[in-house]
């Protein structure tokens, strides 16, 4: 870990990338299996390609070079299908892997006080619903009281058994705690396919769009 910024360093990366990939197994083994199918796909075109070439150069008959050409159709209608498919399952598969990473991190990040002292004010305090992150609207007076105690609370020992008592309360008393995930809305014309607008923003896929 970079002691600088929370930043992973190499062998943690791996290691956490590996835990994603086997939550995923399946759908990642079928998503390479598509992309690797269609590089097969592929690769048919340049033999069959030269085959025809030196069939007409030797003056082969006109079925064999027929032949040649269906086959040819069919393995690049192949390879645009299997193309298709797996990018689409790419796309798929990155965009469920990124809001499991996003909710993840929601998680962890929510379960971290926001404060280094350990004050947990500005997410349970009962009027932390409009200055800060009490979105489920928890309220409790015996809380706010202890909340009280503690900010003016000078002796450590005595202030972490404030917040030990303030911790209790919360697994007692609040029944759910609320994610609050926001919802973006763009708009744009009927005419521009393959755009694929999500909760990171709209312009990743801007390569990959095409107009009417």
């Not at 393995?75 to 796309?91: C, E, G």
């Not at 926001?114 to 979105?135: E, K, M, P, R």
């Not at 409790?140 to 008592?165: G, M, S």
């Not at 763009?186 to 521009?192: D, H, K, Q, S």
């Amino acid at each position: 870990m970079s002691e600088l910024l929370p930043i992973a360093d190499g062998p943690e990366l791996r290691t956490q990338a590996r835990l994603l990939a086997r939550r995923h197994r399946t759908a990642l083994a079928g998503t390479i299996a598509l992309h690797a199918a269609a590089a097969g796909a592929g690769l048919a075109g340049p033999p069959l390609l030269g085959n025809l070439v030196e069939s007409v150069k030797e003056g082969s008959t006109r079925g064999h070079v027929d032949r040649i050409v269906a086959l040819l159709a069919m393995f690049l209608l192949a390879q645009t299908i299997l193309t298709w498919l797996a990018r689409r399952a790419s796309f798929v598969l990155a965009e469920k892997m990124f809001a499991e990473l996003r909710e993840d991190f929601m998680r962890r990040v929510l379960a971290l006080p926001l404060s280094t002292d350990g004050s947990q004010t500005i997410n349970y305090s009962c009027g932390a619903y409009d200055n800060g992150f009490n979105f489920m609207k928890f309220c409790h007076e015996q809380w706010d009281a202890l909340d009280d105690q503690q900010r003016r609370e000078f002796d450590p020992a005595k202030r972490r058994e404030l917040l030990i008592q303030q911790s209790q309360i919360i697994w007692q008393e609040q029944p759910v705690g609320v994610i609050r995930f926001g919802v973006a809305r763009p708009g744009y014309n009927t005419r521009i396919h393959n755009f694929y607008p999500n909760g990171y923003g709209f312009l990743w896929s801007l390569p990959f769009i095409w107009v009417e």
